[in-house]
């Protein structure tokens, strides 16, 4: 079965602060996808990438960035973490267009 | 633009009784359709896709172009289906999935 893993289950950071999650997959797969999943507003998509070295905004990209340097391996910056960034981070993975996506168990991060 | 709406935030039912998780989207072209569910403390996964047209867990899912429809259902809820529940949508060749918000389904005995 395809495994992903995300590092941290959860995260306190400060205001201000540079956090990165960090995602990864064993099952080889081009596409990598990020998502913040809050009460009352489901999942909404950040940053997803088809491809190493290639990324693509999501529908919500603003205060975030992203690192694709291995196939097995994407990563979400935040580059100054607001209070606003407190939520689930959820990590996904699919093997090909319409196939359905493998999630992670999530990092909740707490911004204070 | 893709959209997906599931307007009820909680659903609640006895044991036994049919269930229905109401999912309608917005997308101009031919849309694949994908219910997702996560049960408590355990991660997201796939619980059926209308391309299939399979029946996972005694749950079904018609696709209605006409009325721009998913919805989900189950003749008769077990508490084991308590869990929250998403509808998704796919268009284009890019697995880009747009999520509703999500309804919480709470079976009580």
């Known amino acids: 079965d395809v495994k992903v893993t995300q590092s941290s289950r959860y995260l306190v950071k400060r205001t201000g602060e540079k956090v990165f999650l960090e995602c990864v997959q064993d099952?080889?797969?081009?596409?990598m996808f990020w998502y913040r999943q809050d009460p009352g507003l489901g999942l909404r998509l950040i940053y997803f990438?088809?491809?190493?070295?290639?990324?693509e905004k999501g529908d919500i990209p603003e205060g975030y960035s992203v690192s694709r340097e291995k196939k097995e391996r994407f990563s979400l910056i935040l580059e100054s973490a607001s209070t606003n960034q407190t939520s689930m981070y959820l990590c996904?993975?699919?093997?090909?267009?319409?196939?359905?996506?493998?999630f992670g168990s999530g990092t909740q991060l707490s911004v204070l | 633009a893709q959209r997906v709406t599931q307007p009820e935030k909680l659903l609640s039912v006895f044991k036994g009784a049919p269930v229905e998780l109401k999912c309608n989207y917005s997308?101009?072209?031919?849309?694949?359709l994908f219910w997702y569910v996560q049960y408590s403390r355990q991660r997201l996964q796939l619980l059926l896709r209308?391309?299939s047209r399979e029946s996972i867990k005694g749950f079904t899912a018609d696709l209605n172009k006409g009325e721009t429809s998913f919805h989900l259902k189950k003749p008769f809820a077990q508490e084991e289906d308590s869990a929250m529940y998403y509808c998704?949508?796919?268009?284009?060749?890019?697995?880009?999935?747009?999520f509703g918000t999500g309804t919480r389904l709470l079976v009580s005995p």
């Open positions: 996904a993975t699919t093997g090909a267009a319409n196939e359905k996506l493998f």
């Open positions: 099952m080889d797969h081009e596409n």
């Open positions: 990438s088809y491809d190493v070295k290639m990324k």
């Open positions: 997308y101009s072209g031919s849309p694949e």
């Open positions: 209308h391309i």
């Open positions: 998704a949508l796919s268009g284009g060749s890019f697995q880009k999935l747009v």
